[in-house]
Nanobody
């Protein structure tokens, strides 16, 4: 049974940093990619970033490029999202998810497993 457990969220002032973690278990992820999505109150899920488990290829939504960095530690089966220069508009519940390689990273329906989410709140 695949489990994804996020941690690292919290309250931070604008301009601050947080690092989210997503610990994965339950299967081998070599043919999968991990993604981070976020959902602000009253809004749809938004793709944030993705990384392929083996090759480490990354993708970002334009609004976080240069501020967020996605990475993974294969030995720990953990994916990270380092978030710097945070803005109030980054406030949301952040969730990690797993999808098979070769599927669209932007399509939420391609992700098979999801974590429960972690709240990130950025105050102005």
């Amino acid at each position: 049974q695949v489990q994804l457990v996020e941690s690292g969220g919290g309250l931070v002032q604008a301009g601050g940093s947080l690092r989210l973690s997503c610990a994965a278990s339950g299967r081998t992820f070599s043919n999968y990619a991990m993604g981070w999505f976020r959902q602000a109150p009253g809004k749809e899920h938004e793709f944030v970033a993705s990384i392929s488990w083996t090759a480490g290829n990354t993708l970002y939504v334009d609004s976080v490029k240069g501020r967020f960095t996605i990475s993974r530690d294969n030995a720990k089966n953990t994916v990270y999202l380092q978030m710097n220069s945070l803005k109030p508009e980054d406030t949301a519940v952040y969730r990690c998810a797993v999808r098979p390689l070769g599927t669209s990273p932007y399509n939420i329906k391609r992700y098979d497993y999801w974590g429960q989410g972690t709240q990130v709140t950025v105050s102005s």
